[in-house]
């Protein structure tokens, strides 16, 4: 498999940049063109050089996972052969709690499962830089009493039950949802996995209260993994079911199973032409500080991180959230 690191500008080099850049800017201000909003920022030259060389549309089908123990989010794209190609791992900045599913409002736990998100959840206006609503709970979290709001995807590198990027992170993974948004795709999914989800990783944590559920998510997981198609899932008994073809009628998440007409898993095959490129995984660096009090991040680094957050705070954020999955078309099934 070819690996490929990015990096980022430093700190100490962007802090030392910034007198010339404002000089700069003051000094052509005049003419200078509008800056778009961070949820209108358009995919970087690197971006688009990076898409074109894997022989992916910006408007295609994306696909994001989220693996908590390595704090990791992969971005997937979906290429013309109706299969999906790595385009690049992030780091995540920050997450709260511990490997193990979100039950309650306010328990500080980052959930785990299958997540549709609907483009009505994307939250240009954020206070946490820019975000997309995971929209917990879902099917399966509701029909086993779990309660919560307003979980994201957000920047700003501070979490209280969310996935927390960094500013430029977030908003390089909203803009290529936002693309494949207006190419037509009206939900995307997000699974999030307590870590990779291999025999050998099962078998360490066999022992955990939580394998039992880990268990039906990594049939997801090893579906995705043998097809590089996004698996179908439903929700009835109280449990997630996949790889399953949906039936016509409403599934009930509390009520029996039907009988369901399991799919033939079609495993991929590369060209030989690009057999490389279907392995090459391409990760940026970057900070990841679960379990990191923020308060006790010195102020210079947090500001380098955008930890710092508008006036309104948290209380605006969620007051300002996104709409309920119930009233929103396409998302029955979770």
Not at 22 to 35: N, Q, R, V, Y
Not at 217 to 229: C, H, I, N
Request: with cysteine; proline share 8%; net charge positive.
């Amino acid at each position: 498999m070819r690996s490929i690191i990015l990096g980022r500008m430093s700190f100490r080099r962007l802090r030392a940049a910034v007198p010339v850049l404002a000089g700069m800017m003051l000094a052509a201000c005049s003419s200078a063109p509008s800056i778009p909003p961070p949820s209108e920022t358009p995919l970087s030259k690197q971006a688009m050089m990076l898409l074109g060389r894997k022989g992916m549309e910006p408007t295609a089908p994306i696909y994001i996972r989220i693996f908590k123990e390595e704090s990791e989010l992969e971005v997937w794209k979906q290429r013309a052969d109706g299969r999906f190609y790595h385009y690049k791992t992030y780091p995540i900045c920050n997450w709260s709690g511990g490997l193990g599913p979100k039950f309650t409002e306010g328990d500080r736990q980052a959930p785990e499962g299958f997540y549709p998100v609907h483009k009505s959840r994307m939250k240009p206006d954020s206070n946490y830089h820019v975000a997309f609503n995971l929209g917990f709970p879902n099917a399966y979290d509701k029909a086993n009493g779990r309660t919560g709001s307003f979980v994201m995807v957000h920047g700003k590198c501070k979490s209280a039950g969310c996935y927390a990027m960094t500013d430029a992170l977030i908003e390089e993974i909203y803009a290529l949802a936002r693309e494949s948004i207006r190419g037509g795709q009206e939900v995307f999914q997000v699974h999030a996995f307590p870590f990779h989800m291999t025999d050998a990783k099962m078998a360490e944590h066999k022992k955990e209260p939580w394998y039992g559920f880990w268990q039906s998510l990594k049939q997801g997981y090893d579906a995705f993994e043998v097809t590089r198609q996004v698996p179908e899932v439903a929700v009835c008994e109280r449990r997630y079911v996949v790889n399953v073809k949906l039936p016509q009628a409403p599934i009930a998440p509390e009520g029996a199973c039907p009988r369901f007409e399991r799919v033939k898993l079609e495993p991929f095959k590369p060209l030989p032409s690009e057999e490389n490129l279907s392995k090459e995984r391409v990760t940026e660096l970057g900070h990841k500080m679960h379990g990191i009090d923020p308060d006790t991040v010195p102020k210079d680094k947090a500001m380098a991180l955008g930890m710092i957050i508008g006036k309104r705070g948290a209380a605006a954020e969620a007051a300002a959230g996104g709409a309920d999955a119930a009233k929103l078309p396409g998302l029955a099934q979770y």
